[in-house]
């Protein structure tokens, strides 16, 4: 029988990795669910992430899919364990690109940017005690905010990242890890921001290990007709045409 995936973020974020995904495997069905009317994760607590996603992977789980992806940083940090422990089906999660970024390194900083929860989390700790080396974390407060309200190229978010990062970018800086799927969004005004400094994430990493893990269990559709479909917890005719909108972006 033909089962779709499901998919979600705090919000639009995760709309960065259906997009690789549903180039990569053409043939698939997604759910996409942006939790936007609870965005952002990045500033709540560990458990508050939890209770959060729960409710989420209710709403697919009913939908009977096949794998899920958690297609957001923070979520990952704060739910993949106790829900791998919970679940049966394949669960594909995120974290920084701490790992691919080091190869990039030569005498420089790395400058990790991601959501203060996920800085805060042990999985991020024990990342950074593995690849960590010149790595330094950057909290990207305000960014996830600009986003989600589709301001992903103005003055706005060029004046959010210069307060971020301008101290930082005084000392040689390598690569910068965009340790969220919501930050996807604005490379172009990161590029302004940081001109020349290669930006790094893990979607690809992401989309590719999921069809090697459907592919390893027989569950790839290689076949008929693939799409997606998209739903939100926020006001459907803000979030849904902003979904399309950045679902078309780049
Ligand atoms: N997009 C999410 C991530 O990858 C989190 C954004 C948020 O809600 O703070 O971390």
Redesign the pocket.
Known sequence: MFKSIGIF???V??ISVLRDAVRLMPHEHFIFYGDNHN?????KTQAEVIALVDRVVEILLRRDIKALVIA????TAAAVAPLRERLSIPIIG?EPALKPARNLRHGGQILVL??P??LHMEKFRRLMALYGEGAVPVEGRGI?ECVERGHVSDGEIAAVLHGLLDEHLKQPTDAIVL????YLFIKEALAAVAPGIPLVDGNLGTVRQLERVLGGLNLLSCQGEGGYELMTSGEPEVYLPLMERLMRLG
């Open positions: 973020d705090s919000g974020g995760g965005a952002p994760y990045g500033s957001c940083n923070t979520a995120m991601a959501t929860a996920t996830v340790g969220c799927t919501h």
